[in-house]
């Protein structure tokens, strides 16, 4: 079945990096454009970025736009978030996913942490 299995979350200080990564299982991950959502406590999920199935296009919410890269490995069928210049609003429960919300069950996502 359809599998999607987050890591790389931690505590970290404003202005840090971190480097999330997912890996994929149960579908043809090379077919298929990839995703990143977060979750903050009490608010909405939210689209972080999008990256195409061959990693040649890639959008990013206004908020994280200048910091974040969306990145793939289709070899190793892994999705990656590189994490830069990270602020306090980005904590957050990180998720990725297909190319839409419904594409594949919710995995347990990684918790992101910005704080001093």
């Known amino acids: 079945q359809v599998q ?3 890591s790389g979350g931690g505590l970290v ?8 990564s997912c890996v994929a299982s149960g579908f043809t991950f090379s077919s298929s454009a990839m995703s990143w959502y977060r979750q903050a406590p009490g608010k909405e ?4 970025a999008v990256i195409s199935s061959a990693g040649r296009s890639t959008n990013y919410a206004d908020s994280v736009k200048g910091r974040f890269t969306i990145s793939r490995d289709n070899a190793k069928n892994t999705l990656y978030l590189q994490m ?3 602020k ?7 998720y990725c996913q297909g190319g839409s919300p419904t594409f594949a069950p919710w995995g347990q996502g990684t918790q992101v942490t910005v704080s001093s």
């Open 4 to 6: 999607l299995v987050e």
């Open 13 to 20: 200080q404003p202005g840090g990096s971190l480097r999330l």
């Open 45 to 48: 999920r939210e689209l972080v």
């Open 84 to 86: 830069n210049s990270l």
């Open 88 to 94: 306090p609003e980005d904590t957050a429960v990180y």
